[in-house]
């Protein structure tokens, strides 16, 4: 049986994806043929780069998708695309920074919170910009905490900017200085989720190695298995037990004008 939070649900499936797209209008035809071919219940897209008065809303609609979003030009940007309108939309994490409210978004959708994130990448250990993405971690945490309680049914999900362990990144003993899997940065991530949330991809597949990143930079990246896990879905336990399938669908990287990530989904059934 499923837990109480459920009652508000019509259906007995929820297909969750997401997707650092790194420009919504230049991977506008990928998203829409993933869509269409995938059928999500939900997409969370990052990095969308583009300002909302040019967001692609006619397109994406007549894919069957409500979108929500918020943007800028060129720079960030997070969006959430819907086969049914939210109930709640906010972003941000409570500040004035613009850098959140780009950055960070919340929804509801059949009683479920959908937390989508565009984590800082953070430049250099010795850059400001990697103590922001400590603190970000940390303000992140202390929003759940003040919000949320582990038992609600929550996903949370994005480019996280972190592969969490040494199976997430290939060569890792190279990338210990790296931003994205400096010794710091993993505590951070870990001290978010040990709040209450589960990696669904790695509780189905606790030892595969698979990766959602490969760099522009190294053309041959994606084929030589040079790659990082940087996107992530993350339930709290009450959906986490009913992840019934999650996988990194590489098509997208492969295809033409490709984003330097890929797509990640999970199936939660009960």
Known sequence: ?????????????????????????????TVVHWLTRHQPD?????ETK???????????????????FRGMKGYNGVAV??????????????SSSNADTDRFMRVVIHGITI???????????????????????ARLREYFATHYSPHE?????GDMNV?????????????LNHVCFHEAVREAYRRTVQWGFEDVFRRLHPNRQEYTFWDYRQPCAVRAHRGWRLDHILATRPLAIHCTASEVDL????????????IVWAMFSW
């Not at 939900?42 to 990052?46: E, H, K, V």
């Not at 049914?153 to 999900?157: G, N």
């Not at 033409?256 to 890929?262: C, G, I, V």
Request: a positive charge; hydrophobic letters at 35%.
């Open 163 to 175: 592969a969490p362990t040494p199976l997430d990144v290939y060569s890792p003993h190279t990338h």
């Open 251 to 262: 098509a997208p990287r492969l295809g033409s004008l490709p984003s330097d990530h890929t």
């Open 153 to 157: 049914c929550i996903v949370w999900c």
């Open 81 to 94: 695309l819907s086969r049914t309108p939210p109930e709640q939309v906010t972003f941000g994490l409570g």
């Open 115 to 137: 937390i989508n994130t565009y984590v800082p990448q953070g430049s250099s250990i010795r850059s400001p910009r990697y103590q922001y993405k400590l603190d970000w971690f």
């Open 1 to 29: 049986m499923p837990p109480a939070t459920y009652t508000r649900l019509s259906t007995r499936r929820l297909k969750v994806a997401t997707f650092n797209v790194n420009s919504i209008r230049r991977r506008l035809d």
């Open 42 to 46: 939900i997409l969370c897209l990052q």
């Open 50 to 68: 583009v300002q909302d008065k040019d967001f692609p809303v006619e397109t994406l609609a007549a894919a069957g998708y409500h979108a929500r």
